[in-house]
């Protein structure tokens, strides 16, 4: 997806495999084995420095996860694992994201998260039954559904293009 949106993703699994980041995706999977990984290699504040520095952050369903008060402390807010329940309870929802993309955005969930409490910094953007699953504060943007699924670019091109504008010193925009 990042490819196709014009960067050149590499993996991180090291603080040194952040040195040269213009912008970070943390992606879905298992958030008690990312935060283990993080633990163990020592992640955690090169991660929550690089937010800091205003490079464009995406986390999707598990990235929300390690966004959040009790693992990475990125965003003010507190998120609830697998809070549409199990994997046979996985559905798909058009939403519209407020300043990302345009027109609706088809979202996959799966054992996904939803935001049960955002701080007075982080904008709601999107809701299912009422619970936040898509939230931004600044250049920090969290999904809880998994975007790479539907072949959608808008929010890795979202990622990329405020990348190549901080690069360039423009910042981007929201």
């Not at 490819?3 to 495999?17: F, S, W």
């Not at 990302?100 to 955005?105: A, D, F, K, R």
């Not at 979202?107 to 935001?115: C, G, K, L, Y």
């Not at 539907?150 to 010193?169: F, I, K, M, Q």
């Amino acid at each position: 997806m990042l490819r196709g949106a014009g960067a050149e993703p590499r993996e991180v699994r090291t603080p040194a495999d952040l040195e040269g980041l213009d912008g970070l995706v943390i992606p879905g999977g298992e958030s008690t084995t990312i935060t283990l990984g993080v633990e163990r290699e020592g992640l955690a504040e090169p991660l929550r420095r690089l937010a800091a520095s205003g490079r464009p952050v995406l986390g999707t369903c598990a990235g929300l996860i390690m966004l959040d008060r009790d693992h990475l402390g990125v965003l003010d807010m507190a998120s609830r694992r697998n809070a549409f329940g199990r994997q046979v309870r996985s559905f798909e929802a058009d939403l519209e994201l407020a300043g990302v993309g345009e027109g609706p955005l088809r979202a996959v969930f799966i054992r996904a998260p939803w935001v049960e409490d955002a701080g007075s910094g982080v904008e709601v953007l999107a809701e299912v039954e009422g619970h936040p699953v898509a939230v931004r504060a600044d250049n920090v943007l969290a999904v809880a559904f998994h975007p790479e699924l539907t072949g959608d670019e808008s929010l890795h091109r979202w990622v990329v293009e405020r990348a190549l504008a901080a690069r360039n010193g423009g910042g981007g925009s929201r």
